[in-house]
């Protein structure tokens, strides 16, 4: 008998800014819906695991899908988007978030993203606090600067290469070598839109000052962070959850910046602790 | 933090990292195209590593000035070599990249070399946690 995945795909249309979108995600489950973004320049295989965990699917409807530029989800539709260098910005990506969340008529859902999925939970967590139930920044921080690199573009290196083994680094030496393997695969087919992802990430966003606007009451926060990470460290974490009213940390051991994709069975424990600690932080809802 | 491990002799070592890179599955896999040479610069010792088409053709140890040319180099203090020359290496040593970022690597001259060859060189690098380090 044939084995088949519960886990599903479709493309939604989404429209921000003007720019029109054909989004692909995958889904599985039911219940409170968890939003996943994935890092810079990758795209949605990185949640493999979490997509197939039956635990929390059991409790979560889980979507993890392609940002524009990424995976299945193709640049924008009605524009010359190849006359024009990408650089995401901190106020598109977030608009295109809540705008996602529309189409999919998703109520009160969880975000979770790492990386500069991390850094824009946190931007929604400031912007559009009414619009989660929570948010997961794994990996992310206040600021993050450094990674805005050309060599992630440049035309007399091999990209592909040097996206996947530049990011290698952030990965810990425990993780099963497959799965750190995969995550290296899935960082040779991002380049052309790793390096203006990284504008967002390593540029435009820089929270430093504006923490304690965020309404961690309205829409609580729980940050984690792997020990392997040398972008955003634990330090970088801590330092920024300490500044958020409500908000939670949690380091992670024996694991880097890729966590749910480079070593689900050790991110599953942690992400299960921050559930939890975001269900006790939950403020009574009209 | 340091390690208790003894470091091996400077040519012995030169030996040892050439017949890992040389045996490597992955290095041969990939490596056709493997060709730099570049300076391992651990502060108690100095090698000029030169690879071609992913074999070590020659490892020059402790050369003299200006007596052997190479086009990148990459400089630590021995104590983060050390780290680096370990099983499992602690964070912040378990890659040139995250030496670099969070401790006192520094990655200089033609950098370029360095991203051209950056899957079979990352790899070759983390050879060193089995074969050691000879400071």
Same mark, same amino acid.
């Given at each position: 008998?044939?084995?088949?995945?519960?886990?599903? $795909?479709?493309?939604?249309?989404?429209?921000?800014?003007?720019?029109?979108?054909?989004?692909?995600?995958?889904? *599985?489950?039911?219940?409170?819906?968890?939003?996943?973004?994935?890092?810079?320049?990758? @795209? *949605?295989?990185?949640?493999?695991?979490?997509?197939?965990?039956?635990?929390?699917?059991?409790?979560?409807? &889980?979507?993890?899908? %392609?940002?524009?530029?990424?995976?299945?989800?193709?640049?924008?539709? *009605?524009?010359?988007?190849?006359?024009?260098?990408?650089?995401?910005?901190?106020? @598109?990506?977030?608009?295109?978030? &809540?705008?996602?969340?529309?189409?999919?008529?998703? !109520?009160?859902?969880?975000?979770? $993203?790492?990386?500069?999925?991390? *850094?824009?939970?946190?931007?929604?967590?400031?912007?559009?606090?009414?619009?989660?139930?929570?948010?997961?920044?794994?990996?992310? /921080? #206040?600021?993050?600067? $450094?990674?805005?690199?050309?060599?992630?573009?440049?035309?007399h290196a091999n990209? /592909?290469q040097v996206?996947?083994s530049?990011?290698?680094?952030?990965?810990?030496?425990?993780?099963?070598?497959?799965?750190?393997?995969?995550?290296?695969?899935?960082?040779?087919?991002?380049?052309?839109?790793?390096?203006?992802?990284?504008?967002?990430?390593?540029? %435009?966003? %820089?929270?430093?000052?504006?923490?304690?606007?965020?309404?961690?009451?309205?829409?609580?926060?729980?940050?984690?962070?792997? !020990?392997? #990470?040398?972008?955003?460290?634990? !330090?970088?974490?801590?330092?920024?959850?300490?500044?958020?009213?409500?908000?939670?940390?949690?380091?992670?051991?024996?694991?880097?910046?890729?966590?749910?994709?480079?070593?689900?069975?050790?991110?599953?424990?942690?992400?299960?602790?921050?559930?939890?600690?975001?269900?006790?932080?939950?403020?009574?809802?009209? | +933090?340091?390690?208790?491990?003894?470091?091996?002799?400077?040519?012995?070592?030169?030996?040892?990292f050439t017949?890992?890179t040389d045996?490597d599955?992955e290095i041969q896999a990939h490596g056709k195209y493997f060709t730099c040479a570049y300076l391992l610069? +651990?502060?108690?010792?100095?090698?000029v590593v030169r690879v071609v088409s992913g074999k070590v053709a020659e490892i020059a140890?402790?050369?003299?000035?200006?007596?052997v040319p190479y086009q990148f180099?990459i400089?630590?203090?021995?104590?983060?070599?050390?780290?680096?020359?370990?099983?499992?290496?602690?964070? +912040?040593?378990?890659?040139?990249?995250?030496?670099?970022?969070?401790?006192? +690597?520094?990655?200089?001259g033609d950098v370029l070399v360095l991203m051209q060859n950056l899957r079979c060189l990352t790899r070759q690098i983390?050879?060193?946690?089995?074969?050691?380090?000879?400071?």
């Open positions: 008998m044939a084995k088949i995945s519960p886990v599903t $795909g479709h493309y939604v249309d989404v429209e921000v800014d003007g720019l029109l979108y054909k989004v692909f995600y995958l889904e *599985n489950g039911t219940g409170t819906p968890l939003v996943c973004q994935h890092t810079a320049g990758c @795209h *949605n295989h990185q949640w493999r695991g979490l997509l197939e965990d039956d635990d929390i699917t059991a409790n979560y409807r &889980v979507i993890a899908y %392609d940002l524009p530029r990424h995976g299945k989800s193709d640049p924008p539709e *009605n524009s010359e988007w190849w006359t024009e260098e990408y650089k995401l910005t901190a106020d @598109h990506y977030a608009k295109f978030i &809540v705008a996602l969340c529309d189409a999919l008529e998703l !109520e009160n859902p969880i975000f979770m $993203g790492s990386s500069f999925g991390g *850094n824009i939970a946190l931007q929604l967590a400031l912007r559009y606090p009414e619009r989660f139930s929570g948010v997961i920044p794994v990996e992310g /921080a #206040d600021y993050s600067p $450094g990674f805005y690199l050309d060599w992630w573009q440049h035309p990209a /592909a996206c996947a530049g990011v290698w680094d952030l990965m810990a030496p425990q993780s099963p070598d497959a799965d750190r393997w995969k995550t290296w695969f899935y960082y040779s087919q991002g380049s052309e839109a790793f390096k203006g992802d990284l504008y967002f990430y390593s540029v %435009d966003h %820089d929270l430093r000052d504006k923490l304690g606007s965020i309404d961690g009451e309205r829409c609580p926060v729980v940050m984690m962070t792997g !020990e392997y #990470d040398y972008l955003t460290t634990p !330090e970088d974490g801590q330092r920024t959850a300490s500044q958020i009213k409500n908000a939670s940390f949690i380091e992670m051991k024996e694991i880097g910046h890729f966590p749910m994709s480079e070593n689900y069975e050790v991110f599953r424990g942690y992400l299960r602790q921050a559930l939890e600690t975001l269900r006790g932080k939950q403020p009574a809802r009209a | +933090m340091t390690t208790a491990t003894r470091a091996p002799a400077p040519a012995d070592w030169a030996r040892a017949e890992a045996g599955p610069d +651990m502060t108690d010792h100095t090698f140890v402790d050369p003299g000035p200006i007596d180099a400089r630590a203090s021995a104590d983060t070599w050390r780290n680096f020359g370990v099983p499992v290496p602690a964070p +912040m040593y378990h890659g040139i990249w995250a030496a670099t970022f969070q401790r006192d +690597m520094k990655l200089e983390e050879l060193l946690r089995s074969v050691g380090v000879p400071v």
